[in-house]
């Protein structure tokens, strides 16, 4: 890695931070594109699972855990299952 942000190839480096030190803003946005969680909830009497972004914005309901997990992964983030 070069002292000028870019690694030996020519691409840009990412920057180190310790997460110890994040605003509570920040560590609300941390992974908000990148990770979903799905959540076992009850409507109408019946289980269903709610898909919501890392910062906890409500994005979907389906009646399928596996079909939770789908959509999750055909928008390129990662599920993480809350019970």
Do not use: C, F, W
């Not at 560590?27 to 699972?49: C, D, E």
């Not at 898909?51 to 997990?69: F, Y």
């Amino acid at each position: 890695m070069s002292d000028n942000g870019s690694d030996d190839v020519g691409g840009p480096t990412l920057e180190r931070v310790d997460i110890r030190h994040l605003s509570p803003e920040q560590l609300a946005r941390l992974g908000v594109s990148q990770i979903a969680y799905v959540k076992p909830i009850t409507m109408n009497g019946t289980v269903a699972y709610a898909i919501h972004a890392a910062d906890g914005t409500p994005m979907a309901v389906t009646g399928d855990r596996d079909v939770a997990i789908a959509a999750v992964h055909q928008h390129e983030m990662l599920a993480s299952l809350v019970h």
